[in-house]
């Protein structure tokens, strides 16, 4: 019986070291993709190295507001490079004369160390003789490199206005873009826009501050308007300019704005009356 019992010991002792051992070192890794669900719209190859851009909705660049997401992979032996340092500059060519648009800085993601992420507002779309390119400069292991690629930016699909670039009444020209909502909803809708100012043909900072205003009409269906609406005002935490836009029905939606610098006056844009059906500034919606 003893000699049992001893064997039986034995037996479960053998089987914890056996499981304790499955638990170590040998249990293979299973590597997360970050950008798994994201779509890949630009692949540039340069230097020994790839530059990968992401976006998590859009399948290319269009006017408007682009957040994008930025790796860089080592061809060498596909690893990706952690906390990469990388600035850009999107260049439009025009027939006379060159511009960039407004962009952020590249920052590295909170969640993974080999994603930069940042924003760029496309004014205009290209065409057969103007066009838009990229420069990056980026640094990694202690040497510099540099690369530029052309890009095609287009007009959205539905070829709805998400940016305005206009001439305020203070003659500074503007540019003013839609961030959210991406997907409006029959609801009350949490609405993020983003403003900046032509310094230069190169320099586009944020302007802080302002208000805009919100009127969001449905030219189609008389005109009507909607329920708790809320003007935008600017955030400082997230540096844009965020208010509520009210939907109450799906279909084609002008949301009519005016622009009113730090003081109330009134830089663009005009209220909606019997007389005067849309703003000059506004968005448009459809879903």
């Known amino acids: ?115 930069a992420t940042g924003y760029i507002v496309f004014q205009m779309p290209g065409n057969a003789d103007e066009f838009w390119d990229i420069t990056f400069t980026y640094e990694v292991e202690g040497q510099e490199f540099s690369v530029t690629e052309t890009i095609d930016v287009t007009a959205p699909i539905d070829d709805n206005q998400t940016v305005s670039v206009f001439m305020g009444s203070d003659d500074v020209r503007y540019v003013l873009a839609m961030v959210e909502p991406k997907d409006p909803e029959v609801a009350v809708n949490d609405m993020t826009a983003m403003l900046f100012k032509m310094e230069s043909m190169m320099s586009f900072p944020l302007v802080e501050n302002y208000t805009v205003t919100l009127d969001p009409r449905m030219p189609g269906m008389g005109n009507h308007s909607s329920p708790n609406n809320e003007d935008l005002t600017y955030d400082t935490a997230t540096k844009s300019y965020k208010g509520k836009l009210s939907l109450t029905m799906t279909g084609y939606w002008k949301l009519n704005l005016k622009l009113l610098n730090s003081t109330g006056e009134v830089l663009k844009g005009e209220d909606i009356t019997e007389e005067n059906e849309a703003s000059s500034l506004y968005f448009e919606l459809e879903f």
């Open 1 to 115: 019986m003893k000699t049992i019992k001893l064997v039986l010991v034995t037996f479960v002792a053998t089987l914890g070291l056996s499981s304790c051992s499955s638990d170590g070192d040998d249990t293979p890794k299973i590597d997360v993709n970050p950008m798994a669900e994201f779509n890949l719209i630009s692949n540039i190859a340069a230097n020994g190295h790839s530059l990968e851009l992401y976006s998590e909705g859009k399948t290319g660049f269009t006017t408007g507001y682009n957040q994008l997401f930025v790796r860089i992979k080592n061809n060498a032996d596909d690893t990706y490079y952690a906390n990469p340092e990388i600035t850009w500059k999107p260049v439009m060519h025009m027939m006379s004369m060159e511009h960039s648009c407004p962009i952020s800085e590249l920052s590295i993601s909170n969640d993974y160390d080999t994603v």
